[in-house]
Structures are given as structure tokens and as C-alpha cells.
């Protein structure tokens, strides 16, 4: 158990609706980093969160927004959903924001759009 | 920014062999090269990183090795077993602002891995 939890486990929603993922992050973690994977497709990088502010930002679509809150967790929001948005959607910690710390990962988000 | 390439794809050994998989960074600026592990259905592990000052990092069966001038690291498992059967990702660090450290990590699309009995 890496001590960064994600709700829910598993989503099935349909095309053109909107979800909200959650993640909190290990206990004394700032920053938290958003990833989907795709069916035989690696991790692709979103966006990443550091007390609260945005910090960097990957292939993530505008459909697509995420917040960090006061006590830390974060939210991923996925809107106008399309059957493409089926993935694996994780969350990770760290410490800092720095790239070279290490990223501790959730169990993941299943969504399932029908 | 950043790209990441790693091969093979799949690889199958049998239980005992040694397994290699190599990354191929572009960004010099890289300086932090993590391995995860994930079984399926699960989330990534870290199992070893590498820094950019080593060359090498050992951790009983797992090694990774880094070359700078090549810009490629490499992850070995001696003895393998079944239990060492799953997906392996490699990572490099993908710094954003010159000089400094803020950025995130780019993932390479991953080796399957399967240790045949």
C-alpha cells in the first residue's frame, strides 16, 4: 500500500456525461500528479498539482480539469465524455514538485464509458 | 521536452534466466531514471531509480545502469522468477524551467514481461 488512495475504484458512466475522480495524496505529500492509461498504453502524464497551484501540464484535453484543495486531495474532472475516455486514471504523491522525487501511485480509477 | 523509448515490448524468459529492458532518453537535462512495476489490474511500483551522478544501482536481483553520453539506461533481473512476470515501465525525469527541478516524469510505453516455469 503506497498510502495515496483514489475513489471510486471503478466508474461506468455513458458518452457526453461528466465524472469526478479523487485522489489523496500519502500523509506529508504536496504535490500530486494525474496519469491515464489506455489499453496497452503506457502512462501519459496529465497535469501535476503543488499546494494547491498547477504546476505543469501534459497531453491533457480541454474537456479536462483538475484542482488541488486546502487539505491536499485533488480532483480530476472529465467532461463531454467520449467512449475514447475509457482508461485506467491515476493519481501520484510526492513530496515536492521537483521531477526527481519519487512518485508514489494510487490503485487507479477504472472509467468505463458506454 | 522529454521522449522516452523502451524496448522490447514483450519479452519471455524462462525462470532463471536474466531479462533486459533499455530506455533511450532525448533530454540531456534529465538527471532521475525510475522503474515501476505493474502487475495487472494494479498500480505502478517503484522498484529501483537511478540518479544522474551513478552509473550503476544494485538491489539484490534488479539493477539498473545508466549511460549519459548514449543518453540510455538500462534495467537487468538475474534469476528470475513467475512472480517477477508484469508490465515494466521506465521513466525519465522532464524538467521544466532551465537550471531548476520543477517538471514531471515521461513514461516509456513498457515492457511485458512473462518468466515461464
Known amino acids: 500500500d503506497s498510502g495515496v488512495t483514489q475513489t471510486p475504484k471503478h466508474l461506468i458512466t455513458a458518452t457526453g456525461q461528466r465524472v469526478t475522480l479523487r485522489c489523496s495524496p500519502r500523509?506529508?505529500?504536496?504535490?500530486v500528479y494525474w496519469y491515464q492509461q489506455s489499453l496497452d498504453q503506457g502512462l501519459q502524464f496529465l497535469i501535476q498539482?503543488?499546494?494547491?497551484?498547477?504546476?505543469a501540464k501534459g497531453n491533457i484535453l480541454e474537456r479536462f480539469s483538475a484542482q488541488q484543495f486546502p487539505d491536499l486531495h485533488s480532483e480530476l474532472n472529465l467532461s463531454s465524455l467520449e467512449l475514447g475516455d475509457s482508461a485506467l486514471y491515476f493519481c501520484?504523491?510526492?513530496?515536492?514538485?521537483?521531477?526527481?522525487?519519487?512518485?508514489?501511485f494510487g490503485p487507479g480509477t477504472r472509467l468505463t464509458v458506454l | 521536452g522529454e521522449n522516452v523509448e523502451q524496448h522490447p515490448s514483450t519479452l519471455s524468459v524462462q525462470e532463471g534466466d536474466s531479462a533486459v529492458i533499455k530506455c533511450t532518453y532525448s533530454?540531456?537535462?534529465?538527471?532521475?531514471f525510475p522503474w515501476y512495476k505493474q502487475e495487472l489490474g494494479k498500480r505502478p511500483q517503484l522498484i529501483i531509480d537511478?540518479?544522474?551522478?551513478?552509473g550503476e544501482k544494485k538491489d539484490q536481483r534488479i539493477a539498473v545502469t545508466l549511460n549519459k553520453t548514449a543518453k540510455h539506461f538500462s534495467l537487468h533481473i538475474t534469476e528470475t522468477q513467475p512472480e517477477d512476470s508484469a508490465v515494466y515501465f521506465c521513466?525519465?525525469?522532464?524538467?521544466?524551467?532551465?537550471?531548476?527541478?520543477?517538471?514531471?516524469?515521461?513514461f516509456g510505453k513498457g515492457t511485458k514481461l512473462s518468466v515461464k516455469p
Open positions: 500523509s506529508g505529500d504536496l504535490s
Open positions: 501520484a504523491s510526492s513530496f515536492t514538485s521537483s521531477s526527481t522525487d519519487t512518485q508514489y
Open positions: 521513466a525519465a525525469s522532464n524538467r521544466l524551467d532551465y537550471g531548476g527541478s520543477q517538471g514531471n516524469l515521461i
Open positions: 537511478i540518479r544522474s551522478n551513478v
Open positions: 533530454d540531456s537535462a534529465s538527471n532521475y
Open positions: 498539482y503543488y499546494n494547491g497551484e498547477e504546476r
